[in-house]
């Protein structure tokens, strides 16, 4: 009589890699957050090449406004939407539902995680190679230097959505993500450097994880330079988001 072995539960890493590809189709069909991810960054790129309504500062600029559109990206994917999926995945209960699971809280979390590093990734090929296609002539030696920038920066923002999303009723972090997205945009550092905005301003988008993120991108293309006080500025951003995040987050409404 033959006997069959039992089916082997999943690990782990493959629970978190399953829900990663999961999360990742899922803000990829969702036509607001590919608005926002893709078509918003891609019209500022061809909108700040082809006017000089914006001063960008002195340099082409297609190489001033690439590394400040890829910055836009980071949050757009790190912060608007996962703030606004992770507002209304707890308030349908999913969250309670998929933090039972095998899977867990944890899981869930890294899964989350790693599908916001996926549609960055994806980010900056399709907003990279339109700006090559327009003329864009970063410094290569400088990519290392925008990996970092660019993880801290994702770690940063995704902290800042899960303390909103998990905190605040799922109406509010959709009109509150959206703001914060704007604020930030004309303010905040990203596409114009901080040191082009007014005297007040330029301060406080220095201790922003924006204009960190936005500055340092520009170092490392530009010059091809590591901006280690902007990556302290995003490392402390991250670590008090998450801090705050892990103790305040509710799972459900």
């Known amino acids: ?32 957050q590919l608005l926002v991810a893709l078509i918003i960054p891609a019209m500022v790129l ?3 090449t082809m006017t000089s309504f914006v001063p960008l500062g002195q340099g082409r600029r297609i190489d001033l406004a690439v590394p400040g559109v890829l910055a836009l990206c980071v949050i757009s994917s790190a912060f608007t939407g996962v703030a606004i999926a992770t507002g209304f995945d707890r308030r349908y209960g999913v969250l309670r539902l998929l933090g039972s699971t095998p899977l867990g809280r944890v899981g869930l979390l890294a899964a989350k995680a790693v599908a916001v590093l996926c549609v960055v990734a994806l980010q900056f090929a399709v907003i990279g190679g339109l700006g090559l296609a327009l003329g864009w002539e970063p410094s290569w030696r400088g990519t290392p230097a925008a990996v970092v920038a660019t993880l801290l920066g994702t770690w940063a923002f995704v902290a800042l959505a899960l303390l909103l999303g998990g905190t605040v009723r799922a109406e509010g972090v959709l009109a509150l993500a959206n703001l914060v997205w704007v604020v ?40 091809g330079h590591a901006r280690v006080g902007e990556w302290l500025v995003m490392l402390l951003w991250a670590l008090l988001a998450s801090v705050l995040a892990s103790r305040l987050f509710r799972w459900s409404d």
């Open 184 to 223: 930030l945009l004309a303010l905040g550092g990203v596409v114009v450097a901080s040191s082009r905005l007014p005297p007040g301003l330029s301060h406080l988008a220095e201790l922003l994880p924006s204009g960190a993120l936005g500055d340092s991108l520009r170092a490392a293309f530009l010059h």
């Open 46 to 48: 061809l909108g700040l």
């Open 1 to 32: 009589m033959s006997t069959q072995a039992a089916p082997r539960a999943a690990t782990t890493g493959r629970r978190v890699m399953a829900q990663a590809r999961y999360e990742t189709l899922a803000m990829l069909r969702n036509g607001e």
